[in-house]
């Protein structure tokens, strides 16, 4: 996070750095995770707020352009995937319970004349 910016100020900055969408459509709800990670050979640990970015219509096409070139070392790629999908990734994602954080960021409906 920047100085003087909030989680959700942070997330929305995030999501368009990174992949250039847009910043609007993370919601304003997030959820904490306790975390304990390394990265780039430092460790960080605390509680990491995570939040949930939604789009309408066609899926839209992430860009590179505002990668760090650190960053762009490290990110293999990018999927859309649905929320059965990410419950059953065997690669390691962030954060590790991620089906968890979505279930918790948005809860799934019963469907009429469903299970």
Request: net charge neutral; charged share 30%.
């Amino acid at each position: 996070m920047e100085p003087g910016e909030t989680p959700l100020e942070a997330a929305r900055r995030e999501l368009f750095e990174e992949t250039g969408l847009v910043p609007a459509a993370v919601s304003d709800r997030s959820v904490p995770v306790a975390r304990d990670v390394r990265w780039n050979g430092r460790r960080y640990t605390g509680t990491e707020d995570f939040f949930l970015a939604r789009f309408t219509g066609e899926r839209p096409a992430p860009t590179r352009a505002g990668l760090l070139p650190r960053e762009r070392a490290h990110l293999r790629g990018h999927a859309w995937l649905t929320r059965s999908e990410v419950a059953e990734l065997r690669d390691l994602v962030e954060p590790p319970r991620l089906a968890a954080v979505l279930s918790a960021l948005a809860p799934e409906t019963p469907r009429p004349g469903g299970p």
